[in-house]
């Protein structure tokens, strides 16, 4: 059975080895793959942003926090290597540092134009909520740690806040896309109500909603409810699950608790150390078995195979997660391992 991966032998090199080092490589060592990385090929439209899309969007919220810089750019290349061309930062996360950090790479890297970036605002300290002066003031600060001059999908943050008048937030987006600083909008922790609202608004002139990130998972499944569900078809938005391994715990690799340890990951890992994340667990740790691939493939591959799912929004430790990752892009689960899992969820 065939999956969709790509090994860490991809090569952009365009020289032939010199006879040397012919000569020093062992005579099983893996042939170099010479051109474009073979995910390259596998792109689904996003939404109606007009862009197309690796199915998994590789996100920044441990840039800067968990992750130092060079760890990251190692992160961001292994993702571009496997055929990513997707990603995803808030000007939240480590105070901006993730921003400068994938700002870096792409200027380092010159693949600006090759990339489709996300980036949430509404949270940041110094440019808080979704008013207009603030609104303004965050996509301004953003395209400045970027290193850019647009930003293709411009999340507004809801759970940031909620007093803002939804027209307001709209009108402020209308201008951000009319001045060529932002192409498409996005919407996070909006309800069905304000989902609706805003399509009725898009119908005055305002900037439609395109895009919507709904933290989900497997252990997630109520936080995107049947009316929100319902309305995302509606209106034909692309759905970008946050937390698609449940902050790293469906990776698989925390099973217990550990001793004395007060940081902030392993609280967030300690809420599902309790019967139901055993046996989600176990009932992937099954399929996996079956499979041939990891736990958090099988994590990934069940967001996938999920109605109005486009791309969830990975996160990676390090550069050898992006392997596994990727693999679930390509892992064909059968009606019964959904049920096995849904139902080791419950």
């Known amino acids: 059975m065939a ?60 840039f800067g926090w968990n992750v130092d810089l060079e760890s990251s750019h190692e992160i961001l290349d292994a993702f571009v290597e496997r055929g990513g061309n997707a990603l995803h930062t808030a000007d939240s996360y480590s105070s901006g540092r993730s921003e400068h950090i994938i700002g870096q790479w792409l200027s380092a890297r010159g693949l600006r134009d090759e990339m489709v970036l996300g980036v949430r605002v509404g949270g940041h300290a110094d440019n808080p909520g979704l008013g207009s002066v603030n609104l303004v003031r965050a996509v301004e600060a953003s395209l400045t740690r970027l290193n850019t001059d647009v930003i293709d999908v411009l999340y507004l943050d809801a759970v940031a806040d909620s007093k803002t008048p939804l027209e307001d937030t709209l009108a402020t987006t209308e201008w951000l896309v009319e001045s060529g600083k932002v192409k498409s909008i996005g919407a996070v922790g909006y309800t069905a109500e304000q989902l609706v609202e805003a399509r009725i608004l898009s119908s005055a002139g305002f900037p439609r909603l395109k895009v919507l990130d709904v933290p989900f998972n497997v252990l997630r499944r109520h936080e995107f409810d049947p009316d929100l569900r319902l309305v995302a078809g509606a209106q034909n938005m692309a759905v970008t699950p946050s937390h698609a391994l449940e902050h790293g715990f469906l990776a698989g690799r925390a099973r217990t608790r550990r001793a004395g340890s007060l940081s ?35 994590a990934v591959a069940w967001l996938l195979a999920q109605k109005l799912v486009t791309a969830p929004i990975i996160n990676a430790f390090a550069s050898g997660h992006i392997e596994e990752l990727v693999q679930g892009v390509g ?5 019964a391992h959904l049920a096995d899992i849904a139902r080791a969820a419950d």
Do not use: Y
């Not at 969709?4 to 099983?28: D, I, K, M, Q």
């Not at 046996?279 to 099954?286: G, K, P, S, V, Y």
């Not at 892992?331 to 009606?335: A, E, Q």
């Open 331 to 335: 892992v064909p689960l059968s009606r």
């Open 3 to 62: 999956f969709f991966s790509v090994g860490s032998t991809l090569s952009s090199a365009g020289a032939h080895p010199s006879p040397a080092s012919n000569a020093a490589e062992h005579p099983s060592a893996p042939i170099p793959v010479q051109g474009a990385p073979l995910g390259s090929a596998l792109r689904v439209p996003f939404g109606e942003t007009g862009e197309e899309i690796f199915p998994l969007i590789l996100g920044g919220a441990e």
């Open 264 to 298: 902030v990951r392993s609280a967030q890992l300690a809420a599902n150390l309790n019967r139901r994340g055993s046996r989600t667990l176990r009932a992937l740790d099954a399929v996996g078995a079956e499979l041939g691939v990891p736990d958090a493939a099988i």
